[in-house]
C-alpha cells in the first residue's frame, strides 16, 4: 500500500475510534483486556446445535451465493442469468433486486418454531450480508424498514426466537462490502455494450426522484467506486485477472478512499448491540475487520453484555484466530471440520445448499441429507464444537419442501439421542475409526465417507456415549474401550432401545446392536459404570 493511501486508511480507523472510544468503560479495546474479561458462556457451551436463517435480497433471484457481486461479471453464471431474467445490469441492477423483494410469505414464527423442534438451542439471523443492505432498523439509510419488506427483519427474528425460548443471534458480513460491490462499477469487456459502466456507476441520489427509493443515494449502497474497474479491457480474462487482484481478495483492512465507510461500519455494529441485545454475533471475517476498529466493536460488545446481565455472557465468532485470538472470542471454521479435540470451544458453520437459496437445489434434490449433518454435528461436539446450519430461505421467506423434511428428520434423531449432544462435554479423545479427517478442515465430501466403524465418544452425568457415524451390519469393536482403559463399564444401552450385548477384552470394547430399523441412521449407545468419563 502507497504511503498517501496507509495514512488515509490509519486516519479512517482514528477517526471511527475516536468516535466510539467514549462508549467504552470497563473492558478495554485490546486484545490482553478482552481476553482477561472473557470466558465462553456455559449456555454456548451446552446449546451444540444451532440454526441460521441466512436470508437477505440475494436469495429474490434463487440463484446461490454472492449474487450481487456476480451478476456484474461477464461470463459469469450469475451474469448470463440475470440477463435473461432481469435485463443487462447496466439498466437492472441490484438496486432493483432489492425493489422486487417484499418476503411477503416470511413468517419467523412458524420457522422458529419448526427449528426448535429441529432441536435447535439458538437461532441465528442475518443483520447485513455484503450487499450492504441493513436487515434491521439501523442508522443506515439502506434498510429493509425503508426498502423491500419495509420490515425490521431482525426484530422479528429476535421476537420470534425469544418467545421460544431459545438464544438469538445475528450475524454482520458488512465489513467487505466497500471492495465486494466494486464489480458493480464495471462494465462488459466484450460484446456490444462493451464499456459501457453499470448501474452502480451512473445512479445518483437525484435520479431517484419520484421511485420507489426516493430520498436515499445509491452509491451509500453500493459505497462508492475505490476499485472500480479502469477503461480498456477487450476480454473476459483481462476483467477477470484484474478484478481478482483487486476487489476479489478478502481484506479486513480499512478502505483509504472511503473513510466513511468504517465509521458508518461502527454505528451500525453498535446499532444492531444495543437495540436488539443479541446473545451471539457472527462475524464473516478473519479475525477482526478494521484494526481497532474492530476491537472497538468487540469491546463495546462485551462492555453491553456487563451492563445488561453483570457478566460477558455472550459470543461473538470470527474465522482463521490466532492462539491468543481465541482467548478473547470464539473461532468459527466455515463449512469445515476441526481434525483434532480442541481445547477452546468452537463453532462450524455450513449449509444444507448454497449459502443464498438455489432453487436448483430443489429441482435437483442435491441438499447434503441429514445423515451428513448429523454425522458432521456428532464430529463436532466430541472435538468441543457447536454446528451452526443453515437452512437457505426462498426470496418469498419459507423453506421448500425438501428443506423441511430434511430439518424434520433432524428433529426425529435428536428427540431420541440427544442426550448424547445437549449438556455434554467431549471425552478423553474424540473418536476413532478408519476415516481420515486430518487436513479435512474444509472438505464437504469428509462425511459422506464416514460409517459405522467411525465412532465419537461424548461424557454428561458419568456416562459415556458412543455415537456410531452408520449402523453396523455386525459387531464393532472399539479399540480405546478395552480393558487397557480406565474404567469400569457396567451396561450399555441403545438410546431409544434396549441393552446392547457386549464383551470387553484388550483389544477393546464389542458392541453387538440390533439390526438396523426403518429410519435409522446413527445409533448412539451408552455406556454407564465408574470411571468413564
Same mark, same amino acid.
Request: proline residues 5%; positive net charge; contains cysteine.
Given at each position: 500500500m502507497k504511503r498517501r493511501a496507509f495514512l488515509a486508511g490509519s486516519a479512517a480507523l482514528s477517526a471511527a475510534t475516536a468516535a466510539g472510544a467514549q462508549t467504552a468503560p470497563g473492558i478495554q479495546a485490546n486484545w490482553s483486556s478482552l481476553a482477561e474479561a472473557y470466558s465462553v458462556p456455559e449456555w454456548f457451551r451446552d446449546a451444540k446445535f444451532g440454526i441460521w436463517g441466512h436470508w437477505g435480497p440475494q436469495c429474490q433471484p434463487e440463484?446461490?451465493?454472492?449474487?450481487?457481486?456476480?451478476?456484474?461479471?461477464?461470463?459469469?453464471?450469475?451474469?448470463?442469468?440475470?440477463?435473461?431474467?432481469?435485463?443487462?445490469?447496466?439498466d437492472t441492477g441490484f438496486l432493483?433486486?432489492?425493489?422486487?423483494?417484499?418476503?411477503?410469505?416470511?413468517?419467523?414464527?412458524? @420457522?422458529?418454531?419448526?427449528?426448535?423442534?429441529?432441536?435447535?438451542?439458538?437461532?441465528?439471523g442475518m443483520a447485513c450480508h455484503h450487499d450492504n443492505l441493513d436487515l434491521f432498523d439501523s442508522p443506515h439509510p439502506w434498510n429493509s424498514t425503508r426498502v423491500g419488506p419495509r420490515r425490521d427483519i431482525v426484530g422479528g427474528w429476535e421476537k420470534a426466537i425469544r418467545g421460544e425460548g431459545l438464544r438469538f443471534g445475528v450475524s454482520n458480513h458488512a465489513s467487505h462490502a466497500w471492495h465486494w460491490w466494486q464489480t458493480a462499477y464495471g462494465y462488459d469487456p466484450e460484446g456490444p455494450r462493451a464499456g459501457q459502466r453499470y448501474d452502480a456507476a451512473r445512479l445518483t441520489k437525484a435520479g431517484g426522484r419520484g421511485t420507489w427509493w426516493d430520498g436515499l443515494d445509491p452509491q451509500a449502497l453500493y459505497t462508492g467506486a475505490v476499485m472500480a474497474p479502469p477503461d480498456g479491457f477487450s476480454s473476459i480474462a483481462q476483467m477477470e485477472a484484474w478484478t481478482a487482484a483487486t476487489s476479489g481478495r478478502w481484506m479486513e483492512f480499512a478502505p483509504a478512499a472511503n473513510p466513511g465507510f468504517?465509521?458508518?461500519?461502527?454505528?451500525r455494529q453498535k446499532t444492531l448491540i444495543e437495540r436488539y441485545n443479541p446473545d451471539l454475533v457472527y462475524f464473516d471475517d478473519y479475525g477482526?475487520?478494521?484494526?481497532?476498529?474492530?476491537?472497538?466493536?468487540?469491546?463495546?460488545?462485551?462492555?453491553?453484555?456487563?451492563?445488561?446481565?453483570?457478566?460477558?455472557?455472550?459470543?461473538?465468532?470470527?474465522?482463521?484466530?490466532?492462539?491468543?485470538?481465541?482467548?478473547?472470542?470464539?473461532?468459527?471454521?466455515?463449512?469445515?471440520?476441526?481434525?483434532?479435540?480442541?481445547?477452546?470451544?468452537?463453532?462450524?458453520?455450513?449449509?444444507?445448499g448454497d449459502w443464498h437459496y438455489n432453487r436448483a437445489r430443489y429441482l435437483e434434490k442435491s441438499y447434503v441429507p441429514a445423515i451428513q449433518v448429523l454425522q458432521r454435528l456428532a464430529d463436532v461436539v466430541s472435538k468441543n464444537g457447536n454446528l451452526l446450519l443453515s437452512i437457505p430461505l426462498r426470496g418469498d421467506g419459507t423453506?421448500?419442501?425438501e428443506e423441511e423434511r430434511i430439518v424434520d428428520q433432524i428433529g426425529a434423531w435428536l428427540r431420541v439421542n440427544g442426550s448424547a449432544i445437549y449438556d455434554t462435554r467431549p471425552w478423553r479423545i474424540y473418536g476413532e475409526g478408519p476415516t481420515d479427517l486430518s487436513g479435512g478442515m474444509h472438505n464437504e465430501d469428509q462425511a459422506a465417507k464416514l460409517g459405522a466403524h467411525d465412532v465419537r465418544f461424548?461424557?454428561?452425568?458419568?456416562?459415556?456415549?458412543?455415537? @456410531?457415524?452408520?449402523?453396523?451390519?455386525?459387531?464393532?469393536?472399539?479399540?480405546?474401550?478395552?480393558?487397557?482403559?480406565?474404567?469400569?463399564?457396567?451396561?450399555?444401552?441403545? @438410546?431409544?432401545?434396549?441393552?446392547?450385548?457386549?464383551?470387553?477384552?484388550?483389544?477393546?470394547?464389542?458392541?453387538?446392536?440390533?439390526?438396523?430399523?426403518?429410519?435409522?441412521?446413527?445409533?448412539?449407545?451408552? @455406556?454407564?459404570?465408574?470411571?468413564?468419563?
Open positions: 440463484a446461490g451465493d454472492w449474487y450481487g457481486r456476480q451478476m456484474y461479471q461477464q461470463g459469469n453464471r450469475f451474469y448470463d442469468h440475470h440477463r435473461s431474467t432481469y435485463g443487462h445490469p447496466a432493483d433486486i432489492i425493489g422486487a423483494w417484499t418476503g411477503e410469505a416470511w413468517d419467523p414464527g412458524a @420457522l422458529v418454531r419448526r427449528y426448535k423442534a429441529a432441536g435447535a438451542r439458538y437461532i441465528v468504517v465509521t458508518s461500519w461502527l454505528a477482526l475487520p478494521f484494526g481497532s476498529v474492530g476491537l472497538e466493536a468487540l469491546a463495546h460488545y462485551y462492555n453491553h453484555s456487563v451492563r445488561r446481565t453483570g457478566r460477558t455472557d455472550v459470543v461473538l465468532t470470527a474465522k482463521v484466530l490466532s492462539a491468543f485470538q481465541r482467548q478473547a472470542m470464539v473461532e468459527d471454521i466455515e463449512r469445515g471440520f476441526s481434525d483434532r479435540l480442541r481445547d477452546e470451544p468452537w463453532q462450524t458453520c455450513t449449509c444444507i423453506i421448500d419442501s461424548t461424557t454428561a452425568g458419568g456416562a459415556l456415549n458412543v455415537i @456410531l457415524l452408520g449402523w453396523p451390519d455386525g459387531p464393532v469393536t472399539i479399540a480405546a474401550l478395552g480393558t487397557r482403559a480406565a474404567g469400569r463399564i457396567e451396561r450399555a444401552t441403545l @438410546l431409544g432401545g434396549g441393552e446392547v450385548a457386549m464383551r470387553r477384552s484388550a483389544s477393546g470394547l464389542m458392541l453387538t446392536l440390533p439390526p438396523r430399523p426403518a429410519g435409522g441412521s446413527l445409533p448412539v449407545v451408552r @455406556l454407564e459404570g465408574s470411571g468413564l468419563a
